[in-house]
């Protein structure tokens, strides 16, 4: 009778270390599969994009013309919140009705601008994720395609 209770209670701890052992796989495979979603998203939007609006654009926030199903749109991605985990929005309306599409950014500074001739021409993207037990940092760098020089 003791060895049963011995052997379920092992059993217990080896089934308890992978149910936790997979949530936070799992956690770490939903905000990398989000993050991997959303900078795809914002880098397709500003590689078609023509300006950048240089006063309304800031670390947090970026409003630029771009094309949504061919048709001319101001878009705008922002980072809302005060504290971390930060949410990072859209509009494809100027601003107006912004939607979250990522809510687990560590760090509210996204956005990084490069200029040439007084126009920007490259965006650099940097999402920093939180998952249950670490950070990911996803980065990429957009050129603008059509920008207006």
Excluded: C
């Amino acid at each position: 009778m003791m060895v049963m209770g011995i052997v379920a209670t092992a059993v217990i701890a080896v089934a308890m270390r992978t149910f936790t052992t997979t949530a936070t796989i799992t956690n770490r495979r939903d905000v990398l599969a989000d993050g991997r979603i959303a900078l795809d998203r914002v880098s397709k939007q500003l590689r078609q994009g023509e300006w950048v609006d240089q006063t309304g654009s800031t670390a947090s926030s970026i409003t630029f013309s771009g094309y949504i199903d061919g048709e001319p749109q101001t878009i705008v991605w922002e980072v809302t919140g005060t504290s971390a985990p930060y949410t990072l929005e859209e509009s494809q309306l100027g601003g107006a009705n912004l939607v979250p599409i990522l809510s687990s950014l560590t760090d509210n500074n996204v956005f990084t601008y490069t200029s040439h001739g007084g126009v920007v021409d490259q965006v650099t993207v940097s999402l920093s994720l939180g998952t249950d037990t670490s950070t990911i940092l996803l980065s990429t760098d957009v050129d603008l395609r059509n920008a207006q020089t």
